[in-house]
């Protein structure tokens, strides 16, 4: 929780089907004009119904009307499903580093 409260400008979406929570994703300001989206799932139950894709929209929509004009993400390199929807969403790979467990992690970023 300590991570979570000192961020700036915490943005947290939440996807529910048929009144059950079906997934969310939390984001931040990483300075300014810059977005970070930083933890997202959607729940096993309620994956394969376009739930990440409608948070991904959501959360660009919100960053836009607040003037951000980049987005930037990681995911691990093993996440092939986040990896190929960020990309079919205009993210673009500009980095990688070493994160948990020694595991590749890719950086990416849109332009808003």
Known sequence: MARVNEKQKLLVILAYIDNELAGFKIGYEKNRGTFFSWLGAVF??????????????????SCTKNNYNEIQTET???N???LVLNLQEGFSIFGSHL?????ITVQLRKKL
């Open 44 to 61: 096993p139950k309620h994956q394969r119904k376009g739930v990440a894709r409608a948070l991904l929209c959501y959360q660009h929509k």
């Open 76 to 78: 691990q390199g093993t």
């Open 80 to 82: 092939a499903n986040m």
């Open 99 to 103: 994160g948990r467990n020694d595991e």
